[in-house]
């Protein structure tokens, strides 16, 4: 609820009894919905206000559907990289840059436009999906061609400044185990 609102009502549901508004569960009945026309203008925009959050609170994907369609792009990535930034918490990643939102779809948007495949999205899906009856990823993380993807991906993330004794060594290791 809004800042006055909040001050006004101790629940939203209390304020949608004040307001004689129906909650998104009593949407299905026959009842008709109260005419708002002759309320004040405060009062109309308090009622709004109240509906769309109780709309929201009963179908949170559509109401974070119908925000992101009328966002512009740096709106919606900033969003974007908020949601995949609390994602990676709630799932306990310690690594997550806070713009991977925006850098993922940047790199989708530059490999279509080169008519190449998402293998952003690919990689992923080998990484996160486990190979059937174990709980290996579809490629292993532990030996060949790990260790060679993640040396060239390294190496050209730091433009071509890897520390080449250590990455040599680094994926000799890999070769070897």
């Given at each position: ?136 990823p579809l490629m292993p993380l ?36």
């Amino acid at each position: 609820m809004t800042p006055s609102l909040m001050k006004e009502y101790s629940s939203l549901q209390e304020a949608l009894d004040k307001y004689r508004i129906i909650s998104p569960q009593q949407l299905a009945s026959e009842e008709p919905l109260p005419d708002i026309s002759k309320l004040p203008t405060q009062q109309k925009v308090n009622l709004t206000v109240i509906l769309l959050m109780s709309l929201c609170l009963a179908d949170q994907a559509s109401c974070v559907r119908t925000l992101v369609q009328k966002q512009n792009v740096e709106e919606t990535e900033q969003l974007a990289n908020t949601a995949f930034y609390e994602l990676a918490c709630k799932k306990g990643v310690n690594t997550y840059p806070t713009d991977f939102a925006k850098v993922a779809s940047n790199a989708m948007v530059r490999l279509q436009e080169k008519d190449k495949s998402n293998v952003l999205y690919k990689f992923a899906r080998c990484l996160a999906d486990s190979r059937s009856g174990t709980d290996e990823p579809l490629m292993p993380l532990t030996r060949m061609p790990f260790g060679l993807i993640e040396y060239q991906i390294d190496f050209f993330y730091n433009n071509g400044q890897v520390s080449w004794c250590c990455q040599a060594l680094s994926l000799i290791n890999s070769m070897c185990c």
